[in-house]
């Protein structure tokens, strides 16, 4: 009886384990399929989400000539300089002989032409106007050299392994390189900057006075639903370029290509890449910036407590079909903190698991700054506890 049972229980084993290696197998062989369902004419791409986590890819740290895509970097950095209060939106930029003589596509500014900076950072976004990049980054740092010394230390800040500008416009240059993955965390760092995004979605706009009218070379605002961005580049050496963001049903998803072989195969191609991740993934919305997650107590500080908010706004992006099972954990550094706080400080993490494996997290900081409290409030506070403990 004993052995029969044995017997019986080291069978069942067996074909747990192979049902267990049938189920593991054919998970394995629908995420080979989804991504062998799909193949560009890109040297190198990328599709990633608003996260930073890579959907697709070929190639997709190759180092290549970005022709106008480079401007990306540009738009960022003249954003930042407006919400940082260096330059206003209504400065004058006087147009130098550089960038008069930069050739290619632009606006064609005369030396000493005046434009507004909102006006030349629209034909910067519209229709990568070569003059425009040049004229922003010589009012800004004062010559485009400097500009361009800005925008590597940016691409350092932001961790990108396979960038580096000679220029602050893309024309060809020596040692002028960006990749598919590094364009697109630089567009996933536009999406964190409103004035960047409004301008990358204006399709038509009549410069000087309606004398001129800008058309926007990226047609998949027109084309493609969801589509609010970015950037689109040509040369003969790069070929056709294009880095995109689309919005669906909550999904935000950023499409990378770099030298497709044809005119508008870089929007066909982007758009493809997207249309498989928009049929293949969905979004989990977990929590919006700013909400209150966690409260924490404080001592020896003006307030008793303090509020942890999430830091950014988080979705996690899975396959279609696996958004159950999700669950929420909030993981604290310490249970009571001692003022003074100060606003924006990190305390905690919320972390999202499936399955028990991490999917996801967002750092958790403080709302406000919390001073310290005088003697007497502190004095008053520990008679008041001592009060509430002997009752």
Known sequence: MYRSRHFLLIMFLCFALIACSSVQLALAQQAKARTSAIDTSAVSAVLMDENGTILFEKDPHKRLPPASVTKVMTLLLAVEAVEQGKIKLTDEVITSENAWC???????????????????????????????AVAIMEHIYGSEQAGVDAMNKRAESLGLANTHFANVNGLPATDHYMSAYDTALIAKEALNH????????????????????????????????????????????????????????????????????????????????????????????????????????????????????????????????????????????????????????KYGELVVLKDGKEVGKVDLVTDRSIPKAGFLKILQTMITNLFSVSR
């Open 194 to 345: 409103p004035l960047y995004m409004e301008l990358v979605g204006i399709k038509e706009h009549w410069l000087r006075n309606g004398k001129n009218w800008l058309v926007n070379t990226n047609k998949l605002l027109w084309w493609y639903p969801g589509a609010d961005g970015l950037k689109t580049g040509w040369t003969e050496e790069a070929k056709y370029c294009f880095v995109g963001t689309a919005k669906r049903d909550g999904l935000r998803l950023i499409s990378a290509v770099f030298a497709t072989p044809d005119p508008r195969s870089h929007l066909r191609e982007s758009m493809k890449l997207m249309d498989w991740g928009f049929a293949n993934f969905s979004a989990a919305h977990i929590v919006d910036k700013g909400i209150v997650v966690e409260r924490l107590k404080v001592t020896k500080g003006e307030e008793k407590e303090l509020q942890l908010v999430a830091k950014e706004k988080l979705s996690i992006v899975l396959p279609k079909g696996q958004q159950k099972n999700l669950q929420k954990r909030v993981v604290t550094d310490k249970n009571i903190v001692s003022a003074p706080v100060q606003a924006g400080e």
């Open 102 to 132: 930069q050739g290619g596509s632009q606006i064609w500014l005369e030396p000493g032409e005046k434009m507004t900076v909102q006006e030349i950072l629209t034909a910067i976004a519209v229709v990568s106007a070569n003059d425009a």
